[in-house]
């Protein structure tokens, strides 16, 4: 399998995993099983959207600036690293929870606007897509590659997160459950931390 795609895949999916209002949110409207299926696609074109704009924009700019590629390296190789401290730190406290309201929202057009709202309004999503993704889509010959398998990763997580929370729900309870994750992220974020490192040193 290309290296490219598998890359892609694995960071995309190890940055989605993180617990967030977005996750959550997905989470409640699967275990309450309202407008399901509009939830997923909306959250799933969002990140590809994101995650396109990541590879193709910002990373191709950067692309063309060697001096300010290598700093987007070392800047990118810093950030995971302290992911993945958080991470672990996570772990270790067992303090990763997934929180999301009681409040029952029915009407599409409300669930698709709050959903929107955690999207497009989370910076850290920026971070993630645009200048995460991009900065490390430069390392490989084939950003296409890449961006199909950072794109795959969140369809097959939103759509799997959002139809699975009821199977998924007593599992989201378990802090063993929650510390393996963080604990697998880590090690995840620490790899790609070292192969962006080796890119400049």
Not at 59 to 65: L, P, R, T, V
Not at 93 to 99: H, I, K, N, Q, R
Not at 105 to 113: E, T
Not at 172 to 187: E, F, G, H, N
Request: aromatic fraction near 14%; hydrophobic fraction near 55%; glycine fraction near 8%.
């Amino acid at each position: 399998m290309n290296g490219a795609f598998v890359s892609g895949f694995f960071l995309s999916f190890s940055l989605i995993l993180a617990i967030g209002p977005q996750n959550a949110f997905v989470l409640r409207q699967g275990l309450l099983r309202q407008h399901v299926f509009p939830i997923a696609v909306f959250c799933a074109i969002s990140d590809i959207i994101l995650i396109l704009m990541g590879i193709f924009g910002f990373g191709s700019i950067i692309s063309d600036f060697e001096d300010f590629s290598h700093y987007m390296f070392i800047i990118g190789g810093i950030w995971l690293s302290g992911y993945g401290i958080l991470r672990l730190k996570g772990a270790y406290v067992a303090d990763s929870f997934l929180e999301a309201s009681n409040e029952e929202v029915s009407d599409i057009k409300l669930v698709l606007m709050n959903c929107a709202v955690l999207t497009w309004l989370n910076p850290h999503v920026y971070i993630d897509t645009l200048i995460l993704i991009g900065t490390v889509s430069i390392r490989f010959e084939d950003p296409i590659q890449f961006g199909l398998g950072a794109c795959l990763a969140s369809i097959l997580f939103f759509f799997s997160l959002a139809f699975g929370a009821r199977v998924l729900s007593p599992l989201m309870s378990s802090k063993k459950a929650w510390q393996i994750l963080d604990v697998t992220i880590s090690l995840v974020m620490f790899t790609l931390a070292y192969l962006m490192f080796l890119e400049v040193f």
